[in-house]
Every structure is written in structure tokens, then in C-alpha cells.
């Protein structure tokens, strides 16, 4: 029996989604070993009785909330893609602003028509069994994460920082260019694809843990004068940590 | 065909929860009685997003990173307007040769956008199937070569700005990474290759029959007067009704947003029309003569010809632009290897002000309007997507076609379908639209 496979939607931009269609040299060999029958982006049919549920975006509004709990429900397991859905994401930056002022903002007096919560991550709500994180998901893990389920393999994470692909590919420290990057306590995996492209890594697969935030925030005090309290904002971007969590 | 329950007097009530292949959530919802349609709504059900909020208090240089993430088909177009807009407001003059990569880059993402569009959400209306999956059986050379021309433009996406889903290398003030020269010669054998595949696939639509409804409407887009190239990356606002050019930085004269309950996106109007239509046949109608040559001539053997009014037609239009794009990237890429690529440092602001920027993303005509403030963070945002200025001429185009539809004998399931393959026909982006809101709505 192939896997019955769904792909969900709650608040975000559904690029974790489409990252499964931009698999394109793979996505024939993964239709053929799956069965996908839960898919509003891309196909009509729609069922209910799903062994993998794929979630992308949020819970972000009284509606999500009722969503991931059906989704939940109606799947054996369950699985975060992306950093909305693993960390509450990018939606998050609202949770700092008053919400009558962030609707008030944008919609004036109709502001009233439009209700919403605090944004948060799909465990916030529902117990989830794995997540696959980065904004977006790394469809190089999704693959890993699907060939896993198929031959019944455990399927873990990488538990080291940014910084070691970002070596092993030879990039010249952004810290030595006088550019703060969070590659220090950032989860691996992505390749250390910003650092690589000339931009710093935004933290956007969530930090490493607490010791990890103490090392680093120790190490770049040190070394380049720069304490964690500096990178504040950048952390915030995709909700990659709590605040009680800095050193 | 003709069913004898169907006289036009009849009573007809339609919900469709979710339209699926598209992008985002919205609802269609119809009520007519004795002939008569007592509702109609496009209800846009997807969830608040409030990016134009909390930009506010962020840096200006994360704009582009930040909006990029209102969607993930058109995250190269976010970026291409937030830097338009951020380097109007913080007087930045990016190089030349920041301009032909960010061109090359959005090249790519109108190719896969428009590929992914057509062969995978609106072929298999025409192949009467829910998805592209069972293609994958019975028309398996249709599926490959779809895939293959949707790698090619995620690579040159990927070539340019490290990925097509939120690019990385795109920054206000320039790029941050060039290609290598045999990156770039790579992707040009593949867009050569790729010729054949794309007259394989006009071919493929020349068979598809497309529904024959017409409406009178304003079409927007942008426009690079004189004698210049057909416009994605930058211009002036033009429409069929007002071909007169204004400039980007004054965009409000042109576009006027409302907020409706029924919709989780704002709806546009503009001076002279209750409601237009941006998106490719937009573009193709104001500007098919900019088109590249081969393009013209896909146009003609399809029967295209502005100013085109039957929104089905998007579709031709989407895959004309495309035969265009590949042609553009072609040339393109010449001129960027003959020129040769060199590292620049990013420019940096001279002001912290207002401006306003735009692009032709694939769905349509997008503007970013920032301020920031005198300690470099933004203070003001706004942001108009075209699938909000869509919604209400989309909703036109249903009071039009539904009582012709009726008129027509057609059974509600028939019904149903070509109501929503006229909402998909604007290959509707909801998340983008819904950027900011969410939506109650009571019968």
C-alpha cells in the first residue's frame, strides 16, 4: 500500500508547498511510491483519510486554530514544513505590535471585520511529529524526510550550526566583512545557502538551543565585539527564538 | 445538452469552498432566484498576514527579504519592487549591471510561473481531470517536458539569486553574488533547447478549446514608452482606456483601494473604470507590439489580438509571454557575458525619504510604496497586489457570464467548472492578496 500523503495550508505564503512541486527531477519517482490525495494547490479530489500530513504557514487566526486541529485529527503523522508552521515564522513580527494597532494600521475604522491571534508555530496547538524547517523547507531534506518514511528509517535533524557548511564550502566569514550573521546558531542543513550568496544568514531553521546561544554569544563578544543583544531584530525575523532564552 | 429543468427563470445556488489549483483560499458563492442573481462573491477566505504593519520599525534593507515572503510563486517579484521602491525612497542608483541580472532573474520567475500556471493548475481543466497527477499516466510526455522547462526557469532563478523561492542574492543598492560565466552560458544552451519544447506546447493549446465569453474592461499595466522592450522589469502606468503614461511615484492617481467585507483582499478601482484587470492580457493588450518577434507569431497562431476582452485568454497570453521570456533571457544573457560580470559593493542610501516602486510579476502589475524614517527604519508601508486589483473585475466577469450561462441550459456542475476556470484563468494568487486581511462574512 502506498502512503496516502496530504498537503495543508494555514497562514503563509504556501512557498513550502510549491517547493514539493520545484522538486522537479524527483517529483514523478515520488508520485509513483506515494499516493497524494489531499492537495487544494494543485488537484480537486479531496480525502480525508491521510497516513502523512504536510502542513505549511501558521496558525494565525481563530480559523487555523480549528484547521490544525482536523488536520491532526485526520492524519497518522504529522509534519511542519517550513518556518512558519516550525516557528510561527515571519508572521510572527505582528506579536510585537499592539493588535488594534497592526489592524487598525492597514484597515482604518473597518478593522473590526477582521479578527486574528497571535501568530505561533503548529506546536504551539497540536502535538507534531517532525518538522522540517528554513523559509523556505529545503526540499534536499524533504526528499530525505520522504525516502525515511518509505524505508521506515528514523529521520533526525542535523544538531551543528550554519557556520560548518559554511566553512567546508569555503566562504570568507561575513563577521570579517563587518556583517552580523546568525550562521553561529543557526540550525544546519540548508547548505549554508545565504552566506554563500553573499547575504547572512537570517536564522530562518531556528536556533540550535540554549548552550549553543551561550557559546556563540561568548565567542562573538569576544572575537568581534558583538553581543547577542545586537542581533535582537534579526532574530525576531522568523521567530527563531524566545527572548528569555538570550544569554 | 439542453436540460428542460433548466429555463432561465429557474433558481440556482452555488458554493464552492476552496477553489482548488489556485494559490490561497477563496470561496465562490452564487444565489440565483427566478433568473434573478441575488448574490455574488468572490470571498476571499485566506488568513491576515499584516505585512504593511509590522514592516514598521524594521530596517530598510530587510524590505525586500521580508516581502518576498507574501508569497512564494512570486517572491522574485516582491523583491523587484521592494528594491524599486526602497531605492526610490532612499535615492539609491543601482548599476547597470544590477539591472540586467535582476531583469534575468525576473525573466525566470515569469517562466515558471506561467509554466507552472498552465501545466499544472490550468491544463487539466482542459484534459477534463482534478490534477496534473493522472497526466502524469496517460500523457507522461506532457509531464516531463513540463518539468523540464519548469527546471530550467527555477535555474536560472537559482543561478542569479541563489534559489527561486525567496531569492537570496537581491538586496536594495544591487546583488550580492555574480553568476559564473558558464552558469550563464549553461542556461543559454538550455533556453536554445528549449525552443522545441515550447512549440510542442503552443501546439498543445492551439487544441484546447477555450470558452468564448467577452466583457468590456480596463486593462492596466506598466509600459516602457518610446521604442522599448515589452515591460516587466520597470515602466510607466498605462491602460486601454487612458494610454497616457504616469509615473510610478505617482501610482494613487491611478489606483484607489477599498476595503469589502466580503473579501479577505482589498479591491481596486480606478479613475475611470469601477473595476480592471492587470495580469497578462493586460500587458499584451497595452503593449503587444513590444513583443519579441517569435512571440508575435505564437500570438497570431493562437488568434490573439489586443485589445483582447475574453479573460479565458490570460492563459494565451501567459503562454505567449513566455515564448517572449525565453527569447528576452536569450539576448539578455548575451548582453551581460559580452559586458562581463564583476563584483560591486551594494550603493548605499543618500536619503531616508518616500518613493514608490513597481513590477510586472507574473500575475500582474504590483506596487510597494515605503517611508523610512531619519534612523533608517521603515515608518510607512503599502503594498498593491494584482490579484486585489483583480478581484473586482473578476467579480464583474461572474455577473456577466453567469446569467449567459444559464440563458445557455448548462447543468449546475458545468456550471460550477466554468466559473472557476474563469477564476483560475487569472491564475489568482490569494496569499498575496490577503497580505493584510482576514474575513467574516454573514449570509
Not at chain 1, 87 to 97: A, H, P, R
Not at chain 1, 217 to 229: A, M
Request: proline share 5%; glycine share 8%.
Amino acid at each position: 500500500m502506498k502512503p496516502k500523503i496530504a498537503i495543508f495550508s494555514l497562514t503563509g505564503c504556501e512557498g513550502c508547498s510549491l517547493a514539493i512541486l520545484e522538486l522537479e527531477d524527483q517529483l514523478l519517482d515520488i508520485l509513483g511510491a506515494v499516493e497524494i490525495v489531499n492537495f487544494r494547490e494543485g488537484m480537486t479530489e479531496r480525502s480525508w483519510d491521510i497516513d502523512i500530513g504536510f502542513v505549511d504557514g501558521a496558525v494565525s487566526t481563530p480559523e487555523d486554530e480549528k484547521e490544525i486541529i482536523r488536520f491532526r485529527e485526520s492524519c497518522k503523522t504529522l509534519v511542519a514544513i517550513g518556518s512558519c508552521a516550525c516557528l510561527g515564522g515571519i508572521n510572527t513580527l505582528k506579536n510585537y505590535q499592539p493588535e488594534d494597532e497592526y489592524r487598525r494600521y492597514v484597515y482604518g475604522d473597518k478593522a473590526i471585520w477582521f479578527p486574528t491571534i497571535a501568530a505561533r508555530a503548529l506546536s504551539a496547538v497540536v502535538k507534531v511529529d517532525y518538522e522540517l524547517p528554513g523559509c523556505p523547507m529545503i526540499k534536499e531534506e524533504f526528499v530525505r524526510f520522504v525516502k525515511c518514511m518509505l524505508t521506515g528509517r528514523p529521520f533526525e535533524l542535523p544538531d551543528y550550526a550554519v557556520c560548518v557548511e559554511c566553512k567546508k564550502k569555503g566562504n570568507l566569514c561575513l563577521y570579517e566583512k563587518g556583517v552580523i550573521c546568525l550562521g553561529p546558531v543557526t540550525r544546519a542543513g540548508c547548505d549554508a545557502i545565504c552566506p554563500s550568496f553573499g547575504s547572512k544568514c537570517e536564522g530562518c531553521r531556528g536556533i540550535l538551543g540554549h548552550e549553543a546561544l551561550c557559546a556563540a554569544g561568548v565567542n562573538l563578544r569576544e572575537q568581534y565585539d558583538v553581543s547577542l543583544d545586537d542581533v535582537l531584530a534579526d532574530f525576531r525575523l522568523f521567530g527563531a527564538y524566545q527572548e528569555k532564552d538570550l544569554p | 445538452m439542453s436540460d428542460p429543468n433548466n429555463e432561465p427563470t429557474r433558481n440556482v445556488s452555488i458554493d464552492v469552498k476552496h477553489v482548488t489549483r489556485v494559490e490561497g483560499h477563496g470561496n465562490i458563492s452564487i444565489s440565483v432566484r427566478e433568473g434573478e442573481i441575488t448574490k455574488l462573491q468572490l470571498a476571499i477566505v485566506e488568513s491576515p498576514r499584516f505585512f504593511e504593519s509590522f514592516l514598521r520599525g524594521r530596517h530598510w534593507s530587510e524590505a525586500p527579504h521580508i516581502t518576498c515572503r507574501i508569497c512564494g510563486i512570486c517572491s522574485v517579484g516582491h523583491t523587484t519592487a521592494s528594491v524599486h521602491a526602497m531605492e526610490a525612497a532612499c535615492g539609491i542608483q543601482v548599476t547597470e549591471q544590477t539591472d540586467l541580472l535582476r531583469k534575468l532573474i525576473l525573466y525566470g520567475e515569469e517562466l515558471q510561473s506561467h509554466w507552472l500556471h498552465l501545466y499544472f493548475l490550468a491544463v487539466p481543466d482542459y484534459f477534463g481531470v482534478g490534477s496534473v497527477i493522472p497526466l502524469a499516466e496517460t500523457h507522461p510526455e506532457v509531464v516531463r517536458r513540463a518539468l523540464r522547462m519548469k527546471k530550467l526557469a527555477n535555474d536560472i532563478c537559482g543561478v542569479v539569486g541563489g534559489r527561486h523561492i525567496h531569492p537570496v542574492a537581491i538586496h536594495v543598492g544591487g546583488v550580492s553574488h555574480t553568476p559564473r560565466d558558464n552558469e550563464l552560458l549553461g542556461l543559454k544552451q538550455r533556453l536554445e533547447d528549449c525552443r522545441g519544447d515550447l512549440k510542442e506546447m503552443v501546439e498543445l493549446f492551439s487544441k484546447l478549446e477555450v470558452p468564448d465569453f467577452n466583457r468590456e474592461t480596463e486593462y492596466v499595466s506598466l509600459k516602457v514608452v518610446g521604442n522599448g522592450e515589452y515591460a516587466f522589469y520597470n515602466g510607466d502606468i498605462v491602460s486601454t482606456k487612458d494610454p497616457s503614461p504616469t509615473k510610478v511615484a505617482d501610482y494613487r492617481q491611478r489606483v484607489v483601494e477599498e476595503v469589502v467585507q466580503h473579501s479577505a483582499a482589498k479591491h481596486c478601482r480606478s479613475p475611470s473604470s469601477s473595476a480592471y484587470a492587470v495580469g497578462a492580457l493586460a500587458r499584451f493588450n497595452n503593449n503587444a507590439e513590444q513583443l519579441h518577434p517569435d512571440a508575435q507569431k505564437v500570438a497570431d497562431e493562437l488568434g490573439l489580438k489586443p485589445i483582447c476582452f475574453n479573460p479565458y485568454h490570460n492563459n494565451t497570453a501567459q503562454l505567449v509571454e513566455t515564448v517572449h521570456c525565453v527569447e528576452a533571457s536569450i539576448e539578455l544573457i548575451d548582453k551581460i557575458l559580452t559586458r562581463g560580470l564583476k563584483s560591486e559593493p551594494l550603493v548605499p542610501p543618500s536619503k531616508y525619504e518616500r518613493g514608490a516602486g513597481a513590477a510586472e510579476v507574473p500575475r500582474g502589475l504590483l506596487f510597494h510604496e515605503y517611508g523610512v524614517g531619519s534612523d533608517g527604519k521603515i515608518d510607512m508601508a503599502n503594498l498593491i497586489i494584482p490579484t486585489g486589483q483583480n478581484l473586482a473585475n473578476i467579480e464583474a466577469d461572474m455577473h456577466a457570464l453567469t446569467p449567459k450561462l444559464l440563458a445557455s441550459g448548462m447543468g449546475k456542475e458545468e456550471m460550477t467548472l466554468q466559473l472557476e476556470m474563469l477564476v483560475r484563468a487569472y491564475d489568482p494568487c490569494i496569499s498575496c492578496a490577503t497580505h493584510f486581511l482576514d474575513v467574516e462574512w454573514e449570509e
